[in-house]
């Protein structure tokens, strides 16, 4: 597998972006090493919050929810994907499998040993969060989704299919410019760079091409057994689980549904709507670091 790493240069002077990176080593498909980087901040010893980006974000997203959820003396971990980031970057497409994604994050979890652990998620850090939570329940205290789900080949709507189909033939991908697209504020020019940093080039970018290809809208897609077997636990799944989509996703509008009606644990949560477009933690961080504060609270 043939690996490219973003340079560190590409990181420096970010706006709004304090924090110091860590790392930790995982396992390709042949054994080869891959390098997950993540951010880990606040009290060793405060409720761990896990915070999981998706497509083609990374954990910039959530530079603004951090700092108010250390301050609320919480330990705060948000990792960058594997491909996305200051992760390591495989340099084919077909190396990305949603399996491998799963693989990847979980051994990077199980490798903390996290408990009790607090897990917001959104778009691809949904539904590969969401498998970790099927995979590890007894690792986590609670879950808040938002703009995310677990699909099991049901078809796709107007929303995703036109990101399909504009992922897969934009000659140049403008990162930066599609995250702008999917907030409801307008991203700064210097945000709009700060999303743009890990991909010097296209050769950098081609997980965030292949994500789009790999969400299992039909039954021949890859995963759909996987996340079947998932949904399995996560109707049995009765801690905390609260929805807190946004009012103006054209992707995910609605999906929240299904977990209200499923999961055990949605049963009597607040659920809310929140303003915003697909990438909501850009347009209201402190709605959502408020909710994780209550739930971590009502869990502890």
């Known amino acids: 597998m043939k690996v490219l790493r973003t340079p560190d240069t590409r990181f420096e002077g970010l706006a709004d972006w304090p924090f110091a990176p860590c790392y930790a080593e995982i396992k390709g498909p042949d054994g080869e090493p891959l390098r997950i980087a993540y ?25 603004h929810i951090i700092p108010r959820l250390v301050a609320k003396g919480h330990r705060v971990l948000a990792p960058d994907l594997i491909g996305f980031g200051r992760s390591d970057k495989p340099a084919v497409r077909t ?8 693989d990847w994050m979980s051994q990077w979890f199980v490798g903390l040993d996290m408990k009790g652990v607090v897990l917001f998620c959104q778009d691809w850090g949904g539904l590969i969060g969401l498998r970790l939570v099927a995979a590890f329940p007894e690792r986590f205290a609670g879950v808040i989704v938002g703009n995310t789900g677990l699909p099991v080949g049901g078809g796709s709507g107007p929303g995703f299919d036109a990101w399909l189909t504009m992922s897969q033939t934009i000659p140049v991908m403008p990162i930066g410019g599609i995250v702008n697209m999917g907030t409801t504020r307008e991203l700064k020019p210097e945000e709009v760079a700060a999303y743009d940093a890990p991909f010097p080039d296209e050769s950098f970018k081609e997980g965030a091409r292949q994500f789009p290809t790999l969400v299992p809208i039909t039954a021949e897609h890859g995963s759909v057994a996987e996340n079947l077997a998932a949904w ?8 905390p689980f609260l929805t807190a989509f946004s009012d103006n996703d054209p992707v995910t509008k609605g999906g929240e549904a299904a977990f209200k009606a499923r999961v055990p644990g949605a049963q009597g949560e607040a659920h809310t709507i929140l303003p915003g477009g697909h990438f909501l933690q850009e347009d209201c961080p402190a709605a959502i670091a408020d909710l994780l504060d209550d739930m971590v609270r009502r869990t502890r």
């Open 39 to 63: 951010v880990d901040e606040g009290p060793r010893d405060g409720a761990p919050v896990l915070l999981m980006h998706g497509e083609p974000s990374w954990s910039y997203l959530y530079r």
């Open 95 to 102: 190396d990305y499998t949603y399996e491998r994604h799963v």
């Open 232 to 239: 399995k636990v996560l109707e049995a799944f009765d801690k």
